[in-house]
């Protein structure tokens, strides 16, 4: 049944969007965790970052790390290239990066580990077991009868591998009620002394076929050594979106996960008593989707009631953040109706938008996938059609809207296609005025014949920002599967600093500025922005990952810049700090490197516009419904087919 919004529906919402709601702050989902004080909060973009920042806390672990995953790869190296070893015993390049392990709060036993390359995820687990923490990994555990599926690698031998170590490890198999055989549990966390959290996007996987190796640099070069794939070739370009917290948040982190853990141990036969809610209040929550819980927080919150924990803005380093979840009804006792904080969440920061919205997502569906790349006419989801009428509303009302999507996604194109033509209907005005925009990534290279080659970067985060006040990154796409049907975790952050830093190395990572940068918070060379809040203070090992200037060598200083490529940074770095402006800038480098597409030049930064078949056919473009144009244009001009399983991820 699809919801239908009444006349008084649209004059309340009209009313709950204007100064009183502003005043009121509400920006906070309800029912689950309150909103906290982090002492640090600091963005890790790509798998790079990510990874190194997990690697060197986990081997500084003291008591305990807690880990969730859709996925994971036991033999996955989590450090790589230089961070693993710069150079010869002895040298400078190598004394430095002991001494940067050391600043970082290793001691002598996990640096000799670091130094013989046993940085494997069983590696750095089973070292922190041997030391005496306590080590748990909760795995998702889908129903694959006979192996045929592969939706991730096998999760029982991943298990085995982990025990070997001396790691505690459950397979969460919670998904597996006939009410609910499609879900999947998709948070990817991790907690360590209950003190600093990861919460984001990233896999400590690997494909079961070997592509898709979720280790990737800011650069996202055409093929890399680094990145490994089975399949005898670089896998393909991955970016993707972590964040690290430190403080009270990582509490709720760590709850989330032993909840799921505590379900997980329990008998098949116990696993579902007492899980289904009054009938009444699930037939309430299918006919209305998260539309219910989101009015009743925003009224709340306009009538001064905010949730536990929010207030007024806070001086100095610390950020007001929430863990927001959704855990789909009748899975866990825990929560029988199931959570859905994360679409609440981004339907209540949307309504305040009065500038600009920047999305990047792996999927932008409307309607519910049903495993076919063809839409499913007049169905939609209860829960993402109010968060599609919030995007619509706010680019009616002038606000800029920029949504970054891959351009091969490995399911669902046609879904992806279906919603960005819902949005250009319900926003004519928006698009037509260039304030509606939709990007794709993609990387070229030159091969030894001349000839031009391009591959799309897959994006995988999933990440929200909203007039440079409100951030979120996590598990959860843009679809009825993250806002309601799979195991999701997002942070959710309000501070102005962190916002804007957010969107800042995100977007100079898109245009090319960072082509050699390493980590996740742009170099000042690159673009001055404010530093994490406190974060390599309160948390020593995220300064491998953040101290962007010791790790890259190989970048020039802006005074060694030429003068004209100066002027072209100056102009750049100053087009992208006003974000309205930027997402014209952003663009207009897009539309430039189309062109270049077309002619057959290299492209310049990594940014495309999404197209769908009716933009290519405006283009001359031949656009897929599930392959996109990038990878078919290769294969027609080159005769290079490049493969991609069609499952969900």
Not at 324 to 336: E, G, H, M, Q
Not at 455 to 479: C, E, F, M, Q
Request: charged share 25%; aromatic share 6%; net charge positive.
């Amino acid at each position: 049944m699809r919801q239908r919004v009444t006349t008084n529906q649209r004059d309340q919402r009209e009313r709950m969007s204007g100064p009183a709601l502003e005043a009121a702050g509400a920006w906070w989902a309800r029912g689950d965790a309150p909103v906290r004080v982090a002492e640090a909060v600091a963005p890790l973009v790509d798998g790079r970052a990510a990874m190194l920042a997990m690697c060197a806390t986990f081997l500084t672990a003291r008591e305990s790390i807690w880990l969730a995953g859709w996925d994971m790869q036991a033999n996955l190296l989590m450090v790589r290239g230089a961070d693993l070893r710069a150079g010869r015993d002895g040298t400078p390049a190598q004394l430095a990066l002991i001494q940067r392990l050391r600043a970082a709060g290793l001691d002598e036993e996990a640096i000799r580990l670091w130094r013989a390359g046993g940085l494997r995820v069983k590696d750095v687990l089973g070292f922190a077991a041997r030391r005496g923490v306590d080590v748990h990994v909760l795995l998702w555990g889908p129903f694959n009868p006979l192996g045929l599926f592969h939706m991730t690698n096998n999760a029982a031998a991943q298990r085995r591998m982990l025990e070997a170590r001396g790691v505690h490890c459950r397979l969460d198999k919670n998904s597996r009620s006939p009410l609910h055989m499609a879900q999947a549990l998709h948070q990817k966390c991790a907690v360590v002394d209950s003190a600093v959290a990861f919460v984001g996007g990233v896999d400590l996987t690997i494909e079961y076929d070997g592509d898709f190796d979720r280790w990737d640099v800011p650069a996202h070069a055409f093929t890399s050594s680094l990145r490994v794939s089975a399949l005898g070739r670089s896998a393909h370009p991955w970016h993707d979106a972590h964040i690290a917290l430190v403080g009270e948040p990582a509490r709720d982190v760590e709850r989330n996960i032993q909840q799921r853990w505590d379900e997980s141990g329990r008998e098949p036969r116990d696993r579902y008593r007492q899980v289904t809610p009054p009938l009444r209040r699930l037939v309430k929550i299918f006919l209305t989707g998260g539309a219910g819980s989101t009015t009743r927080a925003i009224r709340s919150e306009e009538a001064g009631k905010l949730p536990r924990g929010a207030g007024p803005e806070l001086p100095g380093g610390a950020a007001r953040v929430q863990i927001i979840r959704t855990i789909p009804a009748l899975t866990y006792r825990f929560a029988p109706a199931g959570i859905h904080g994360i679409v609440q969440a981004y339907t209540v920061a949307l309504r305040q938008a009065r500038r600009f919205i920047y999305l990047e997502s792996q999927y932008l569906w409307l309607e519910g996938f049903n495993g076919i790349d063809t839409l499913r006419l007049g169905w939609q989801s209860h829960y993402m059609e109010p968060l599609f009428a919030e995007i619509a509303a706010a680019a009616a009302r002038g606000v800029t809207v920029a949504i970054l999507l891959p351009d091969h996604p490995n399911a669902g194109r046609a879904y992806t296609d279906g919603g960005v033509d819902w949005l250009r209907r319900r926003a004519p005005g928006a698009a037509a005025e260039g304030r509606l925009r939709f990007f794709t990534l993609a990387t070229s290279r030159r091969e030894p014949d001349g000839s031009i080659h391009y591959r799309p970067i897959y994006v995988h985060a999933k990440v929200g920002i909203v007039d440079d006040r409100w951030a979120t990154a996590g598990s959860a796409n843009l679809n009825s599967r993250g806002m309601s049907h799979d195991a999701e975790l997002n942070v959710a952050v309000l501070d102005d600093d962190f916002a804007r830093g957010l969107r800042q190395s995100l977007w100079v990572e898109h245009v090319g500025l960072r082509d050699h940068a390493h980590a996740g918070w742009p170099a000042p060379a690159a673009l001055p922005v404010p530093a994490p809040l406190n974060a390599a203070q309160a948390c020593a090992p995220l300064r491998l990952a953040l101290a962007v200037e010791a790790l890259d060598a190989t970048r020039p200083a802006a005074a060694d810049t030429p003068g004209a490529a100066r002027a072209e940074l100056e102009a750049t770095t100053q087009a992208l700090r006003d974000p309205a402006a930027g997402i014209q800038y952003l663009a207009r480098r897009a539309d430039e490197n189309l062109e270049r597409l077309k002619r057959g030049e290299p492209l310049q930064g990594q940014l495309l516009p999404y197209l769908t078949s009716a933009d290519g056919e405006r283009h001359g473009l031949t656009v897929s419904r599930e392959l996109g144009y990038l990878d078919p244009l290769r294969a027609a001009r080159y005769g290079v087919i490049a493969p991609h399983p069609g499952k969900y991820t």
